[in-house]
């Protein structure tokens, strides 16, 4: 049994599968015949560690990958992952495009296919998977991690928006020319990656492939605008994922199971029936797989660490009724977007003139400072506008969140508790050795 793991950068659960409005035939199709979970998170968004999480099955600082891995925080060579655990069970792994858990080409996959910055395109990162998978001789199950660069903000400037009538403009984000135009692009890169998806999953099945294989389509964290990527909010958080089973098994059914990118690398061993290691953060969720009754947790934590270089600690712990998150020092400003907005804040002026005024206007507490803690009532309040922490009517459902989130980061040694964070960096900026990696983009 073959695994196929294609994960998309920036992109949440932005799919008309989740009730988003934007153009992505093929992930449509692809859907038809998957099981579609509607309640996987990962466990910290940012770019570095949440797919430090999915490889691991470990928290972040558990990991160690607590920040981006070209600004001193790749994951370190000593924490084991799916690969390892893999490469012993006698798969090949296959890796083709984007590796930004580690540094380019430091990753112990059999057989890397990514060795220019081009090849972290979706176009090609999907060729290079399709050319080798056409050619290939070994004969050993394979897994293979197809990684996408699309649709992260550095592609949208290569498209023209899609059409405005197209354009899809989230609740928590203003509806201004600017916003608009920078939304079609996104979109825009949406459908590029939705093309060369099912470019792929047409090979598969060409190649005899998609029968025997689990495929998977996953992405790491919430799309790129305030209060998505990389905050705590539930838009921060969510993430795509489909499964196609061997022979479309459930074609079409739904997962409501609360979920953790955690899962994946315990849930993936399972169904490959590969010893699963103890002492992992994740828990399996094979039962969904075989379409079998399975609530999932009852809580799932939450993390941010670092993004970018500065220390910017939160906490959260997220019930299928709440989500509480602790700010924790120092306090940094908030990306609570409160409408109504100034519909014309954002339109008057180019990105490269877009200022931090602009922001201040167009998200009213955007520069504001954090509350100490935050809790939300997701049945009444999805998008995490209303703050009831210090509301005495939602004072049990606080208390019983705040014991339950001291008792993980004591159990956990959370290095915030004590107020001391690691250094500022644990290995050199840049992007890895240039005598195996090209600094110059090709």
């Not at 859907?31 to 579609?36: G, L």
């Not at 928006?161 to 135009?181: K, L, M, N, T, Y």
């Not at 507490?365 to 995490?384: C, N, T």
Request: charged fraction near 20%; charge should be negative; glycine fraction near 6%.
């Amino acid at each position: 049994m073959n695994l196929l793991y294609f994960v998309v950068h920036d992109l949440g659960r932005h799919l008309p599968v989740y009730g988003v409005p934007v153009a992505s035939p093929r992930l449509a199709e692809f859907a038809q015949e998957s099981i579609v979970f509607n309640n996987m998170f990962c466990a910290s968004p940012a770019c570095s560690p949440s797919r430090a999480c999915a490889m691991t099955g470990l928290h972040a600082r558990r990991n160690g990958c607590i920040g981006l891995a070209h600004v001193g925080y790749p994951l370190p060579a000593t924490t084991p992952t799916i690969v390892d655990y893999l490469n012993r069970a006698g798969y090949e792994t296959i890796l083709s495009g984007i590796n930004h858990e580690t540094l380019p080409r430091q990753s112990r996959y059999a057989t890397d296919l990514t060795l220019t910055w081009s090849h972290w395109r979706a176009d090609q990162a999907v060729a290079n998977a399709i050319h080798y998978l056409e050619n290939r001789a070994d004969d050993r199950p394979f897994y293979c991690n197809i990684a996408t660069q699309h649709p992260h903000p550095g592609t949208w400037g290569s498209f023209d928006p899609v059409p405005q009538e197209e354009i899809f403009v989230p609740a928590w984000c203003p509806d201004s020319p600017f916003v608009r135009d920078q939304l079609g692009r996104f979109q825009a890169s949406i459908r590029f990656m939705d093309h060369h998806f099912g470019r792929l999953r047409d090979a598969l099945e060409k190649l005899g492939l998609l029968d025997n294989t689990l495929v998977v389509f996953t992405t790491d964290h919430g799309i790129a605008v305030p209060r998505a990527k990389p905050d705590i909010y539930d838009r921060g958080t969510e993430i795509a994922f489909l499964a196609r089973l061997p022979e479309a098994a459930h074609a079409g059914t739904r997962n409501d199971a609360l979920l953790s990118n955690i899962d994946l690398v315990p849930t993936f061993l399972d169904w490959l029936g590969v010893p699963v290691p103890a002492g992992l953060d994740g828990k399996s969720f094979l039962p969904a797989l075989r379409g079998e009754p399975f609530a999932g947790h009852d809580a799932i934590f939450t993390e941010r660490n670092f993004h970018g270089e500065s220390i910017d600690a939160v906490r959260s712990i997220r019930t299928r009724t709440h989500h509480f998150l602790r700010n924790l020092p120092p306090s940094l400003p908030a990306g609570i977007a409160i409408p109504p907005f100034d519909a014309e804040t954002l339109g008057r002026q180019p990105l490269a003139e877009f200022s931090l005024e602009d922001i201040r206007k167009a998200w009213p507490a955007g520069l504001s400072p954090r509350p100490k803690e935050e809790l939300y009532d997701l049945v009444r309040d999805p998008e995490e506008f209303h703050n009831l922490a210090a509301d005495p009517a939602a004072a049990a459902v606080r208390d019983e969140l705040r014991a339950r989130l001291d008792a993980w980061l004591a159990a956990t040694g959370d290095y915030a508790l004590a107020g001391n964070p690691p250094p500022p960096e644990t290995a050199p900026h840049g992007w890895g050795d240039p005598a195996l990696w090209p600094v110059i983009p090709s």
